[in-house]
């Protein structure tokens, strides 16, 4: 295998520590509970950045309609996912949770979620066999079984079905929030092994539109700051993929002065980064000129040895998706091949020849399941990630919905979220720019066949 420079970290694992929060409770295991006073300060930070989400909360905390749910999770562990599950607890859910990705949780937050009463598993740097098993304590637990999943990329569903396929006949739906989970939940759906309903929260317009494209807008030029401190300016960059995640990239690099190509398989999305001022190229016509790659198709071997053979000294890889098989890593972990650790979630990989690339958050990408993607590994204060406007308001909503809904409403399938509900959270977060919506009259609801209170957009859209 390749050498590595770096000296490996000899820390006591988080799971061979005995820890105890001050109510005496142990079902948790992060990094440090001492550090939870600290990681609270973080979540009333995010509290203030969050005005949907506290919205929802106070609007429905006195009628407890998550009263009896239990809610697994899996995603990424921040200030602002506590949020999230702080609101859940507050709404009548009893939680476990453990982290989608093995390098983005923020170890204070873990622990001032531990010191609040809620189970969690997870902590900054863990290894393959530590992610399984703290997902596996989420949910093998007695006298508590889960009839709620909250999952980001597939991973717990997955474990579950593998593990405890008999769970399932309590549980009454899962909420998936990513491409890759929302993926497996549609295999599953056709081979008809799918066998309660799913809600997909990816493909919600409020989650595309907001959270996809304006999140990633930010947090691309932040995650590649603050791990390489380049400049931007007449850099040449290839983005593979021209959906929401690629438009926001496309549109900050651009603003930035550098010179953008745009890879895409789809025709409509291909026309759009065309007319947006972007040359439509394949992968390979500027493979050897660019000065940044970076992927967000969702799909994999999109950027293989071969193009990583061809890139140019110093050439920076990166990956917006949440897929890790995007980029062929594990093609790179080869006896001629030299790997320095730089810096946190920075290795130099360097050919015989001396010619080096830079890839960005290699410690997320080669973890098999599939979490990661450069802002929640290197974005965000203390690389967690930048704060989703509204994906959190839209998961309480969907695990709302799917929790209370009569029995037959939602068959074993796999389904978007009711537009209303998409509305509903836009609406929320309008009162922090003090924005006044008009209202439509009789007369003009009448002429365009709409209820004057929505949904304004048809289900399609």
Known sequence: AASYTDSSDDETSP???QQKN???SSDFCVKNIKQAEFGRREIEIAEQEMPALMALRKRAQGEKPLAGAKIVGCTHITAQTAVLMETLGALGAQCRWAACNIYST?????????????PVFAWKGESEDDFWWCIDRCVNVEGWQPNMILDDGGDLTHWIYKKYPNMFKKIKGIVEESVTGVHRLYQLSKAGKLCVPAMNVNDSVTKQKFDNLYCCRESILDGLKRTTDMMF???????CGYGEVGKGCCAALKAMGSIVYVTEIDPIC?????????????????IRQVDIVITCTGNKNVVTREHLDRMKNSCIVCNMGHSNTEIDVASLRTPELTWERVRSQVDHVIWPDGKRIVLL???SCRQRSGNCNLFSACGGRKQGLVTYPSVFSIQALALIELYNAPEGRYKQDVYLLPKK???YVASLHLPTFDAHLTELTDEQAKYLGL????PFKPNYY
């Open 15 to 17: 799971r061979d520590k």
């Open 22 to 24: 001050s109510k005496g």
């Open 106 to 118: 923020l170890n204070e937050v873990a622990a001032a979620l531990a010191e609040s009463g809620f």
């Open 233 to 239: 300016g007449g850099k040449q960059v290839v983005v």
């Open 270 to 286: 291909a026309l759009q980064a065309c007319m947006d001022g972007f040359r439509l190229v394949k992968l390979n016509e500027v």
């Open 361 to 363: 958050a290699e410690v």
């Open 421 to 423: 509900m998409d509305e």
């Open 451 to 454: 209820n004057k209170n929505g």
